[in-house]
């Protein structure tokens, strides 16, 4: 009974060390102590929530999910395990499994703001990071436009929460016309649901913050307004001063208006709460790449690779970077699957990269070849940029 009392009393203490630490989003010392006191309890609803969610905020997504899991085990009816889990989904890019878990979070709250706020969120992002991969191909080109002027069929947004996890799915199959065509469909359900949450949010919502963020958030995201994300950005930050959230929303925002140093002061007041934002990180990096501040880019590239291990754009980034670093070695450990597996290089430049890295390797032969796949690839751009300029000029007659 004695040793039962000490290991309650000791649990306790762990608890209470971790959840102060925790609050001060002193992330990395709060994981071992929260560890501990899961290991003397180890069904423990808050031990295992508040570890899945440090886990998750310091870049170790996969350690994260089976505590979160634990924890919407042992109170199947809570909202938070959930929404944590589809963030952790997300991040590991099993996006069927966060529309779900998002899905699950949003009916155990009963639409309650946190969870709505957090499904407009991830749908928001994933419109983002879908759109950026349209953008990469010409025949996704050609769906981006249709996107941006909102040539979406009416019946094509209906049912939207049912459809997204199938579509996920057809998307995963990579196969390239599926890809675009899911990539179309999902862009719409995405964005349309968005707004739903954005006028779901604005009826009564009593965290103001929220509600301008999320409202910046449509305007950056599926208008394309960065000024006006800005204002909306600033307002929430007024109310929450200090959310690393809303700090690097704030610097994507400034460095889309052509702010860099505002979008770095910004960005770095993020990081400075929370290391591990990653929008935050790409940032600086886009910043220092712009600048052909190569060198201090490689620290927020090698981080967002790191912690993100499926995102081949920072990846290829990172690959430019080291290649302008003198590291074409490095360079091209990363270039070549990248484009052997199909990354897009719609004008050639990451072919011309990798055979310059390739030449200064001494591999000429295989310099040879990239260079000619590089002229070819830029040769059918210029053409197909000729090709649509002289549509739109007889179109315009």
């Given amino acids: 009974m004695a040793a039962q009392s000490h290991a309650k009393d000791e649990f306790q203490i762990l608890l209470k060390q971790g959840f102060e630490l925790h609050q001060q989003a002193r992330f990395a010392e709060a994981i071992p102590v929260l560890d501990r006191a899961r290991k003397l309890a180890p069904d423990d609803y808050f031990a295992n929530l508040l570890l899945g969610i440090d886990l998750l905020r310091s870049g170790h997504a996969a350690e994260a999910i089976p505590r979160l899991e634990l924890a919407a085990q042992v109170r199947p009816s809570e909202e938070f395990p959930a929404e944590y889990l589809g963030e952790a989904d997300a991040e590991l890019g ?35 990071q879908i759109s950026a991969e349209l953008r990469a191909t010409q025949e996704g080109i050609a769906v981006a436009r249709r996107l941006q002027q909102g040539a979406a069929h009416p019946d094509q ?6 459809t997204l996890a199938p579509l996920e799915r057809k998307l995963a199959i990579r196969h390239p016309h599926l890809n675009t065509e899911a990539a179309y469909q999902l862009s719409i359900c995405y964005a349309v649901e968005a707004g739903r949450a954005e006028q779901q949010l604005q009826v009564g919502a009593q965290d103001l913050a929220a509600v301008h963020q999320l409202r910046g958030d449509v305007l950056l995201r599926l208008k394309g307004d960065a000024v006006a994300a800005e204002g909306e950005y600033q307002q929430a930050i007024a109310i929450r001063s200090n959310d690393p959230g809303l700090l690097e929303s704030l610097a994507e925002a ?40 190569y060198d201090r880019a490689l620290f927020p590239l090698r981080q967002l690779v790191a912690e993100a291990p499926g995102d081949r754009a920072a990846a290829v980034e990172l690959a430019r970077a080291l290649a302008e670093t003198g590291e074409p070695a490095e360079a091209l450990r990363i270039l070549a699957p990248a484009l052997a597996a199909g990354y897009p290089d719609e004008k050639g430049a990451l072919h011309a990269l990798m055979a310059h890295s390739l030449r200064r390797l001494g591999r000429n032969d295989e310099a040879v070849v990239a260079e000619t796949e590089a002229r070819r690839l830029s040769d059918a751009f ?6 649509a300029t002289t549509v739109g000029v007889d179109a315009h007659q």
């Fill in 94 to 128: 099993r996006y069927r499994s966060a529309v779900e878990a998002y899905r699950r979070a949003i009916l155990r709250s009963h639409n309650s703001e946190q969870a709505v706020e957090a499904w407009a969120g991830f749908a928001l992002e994933r419109f983002r």
């Fill in 157 to 162: 947004a209906a049912g939207c929460p049912a």
């Fill in 254 to 293: 400034e460095l889309a208006t052509g702010e860099p140093a505002a979008a770095e002061q910004s960005a770095k007041a993020a990081l400075a709460i929370d290391p591990h934002r990653r929008e935050a990180l790409r940032t600086l990096a886009e910043l220092e790449m712009n600048n052909r501040e």
């Fill in 382 to 387: 210029q053409t197909r940029s000729k090709d």
